[in-house]
């Protein structure tokens, strides 16, 4: 049973423009969202959360959106550069973190 | 020191072997983990530490042993391995358990002959 799902296996946008990475969960017991960045050969990287309380939470180019009625979050970041390029996993938490499938983002020069 | 440093980076094992995965931080976090991540996979979890003490185990099969000696220490002690045990191994650690943000290390890459 996948609580939490990220359906695009990969996104390509070009740079500088917007890129928007969506999340789904089932769970409602979950009350804080997080957003992690994963490079080859690297561990993730914890890139921006929010808690189910706020609907949104922004740090520079980052931005995450939350609809709770939806159980669906993004991540927005804008203007997308080409160091971002990487997979993006979702993660959720109640008891312990749940992470999505993740997206493969490459932002194309 | 905001690191978790994993050793050794690449390990090949036979299936007989005995090994150990070693995973050290100094940020003075409480809780540590351990991952298991497949190609094109999430990471899963396997173990949570908190406070030395284990305090999740999810149902791994125990030729996976951990073990916490301190607080800034995490091994993973292998045994008997199979073939689809090969995977990514990521250590993790959080200020404490329920600390949602997680700090990983560059993983252990782990094959099984």
């Known amino acids: 049973d996948q609580q939490v799902k990220q359906n695009s296996p990969s996104l390509s946008v070009q740079e500088g423009r917007i890129s928007i990475l969506n999340c789904d969960y089932t769970?409602?017991?979950?009350?804080?969202f997080l957003w992690y960045k994963k490079y080859p050969a690297e561990g993730p990287t914890f890139l921006i959360s929010i808690s189910s309380i706020k609907d949104k939470n922004e740090d520079g180019r980052f931005t995450v959106f939350l609809n709770k009625s939806a159980k669906h979050l993004s991540l927005h970041i804008v203007p997308s550069q080409p160091g971002d390029s990487a997979v993006y996993f979702c993660?959720?938490?109640?008891?312990?973190?749940?992470f999505g499938q993740g997206t493969r983002l490459t932002i194309n020069p | 020191d905001t690191e978790v440093t994993q050793t050794p980076k690449h390990l090949v094992m036979g299936m007989t072997n005995k090994k150990s995965l070693k995973c050290e931080q100094h940020m003075g976090h409480r809780a540590m983990y351990w991952y298991k991540q497949k190609a094109k996979k999430p990471p899963e979890l396997m173990f949570v530490y908190s406070y030395e003490k284990l305090s999740i185990n999810e149902s791994v099969p125990s030729r996976f042993s951990p073990e916490c000696p301190n607080s800034s220490l995490l091994n993973l002690h292998l045994h008997a391995l199979q073939p689809e045990d090969s995977a990514l191994y990521l250590c993790?650690?959080?200020?404490?358990?329920?600390?949602?943000?997680?700090?990983f290390g560059s993983g252990t890459q782990l094959s099984v002959l």
């Open positions: 993790a650690s959080s200020l404490g358990r329920g600390y949602e943000k997680l700090f």
């Open positions: 993660a959720a938490l109640a008891q312990k973190l749940v």
């Open positions: 769970n409602s017991m979950f009350d804080y």
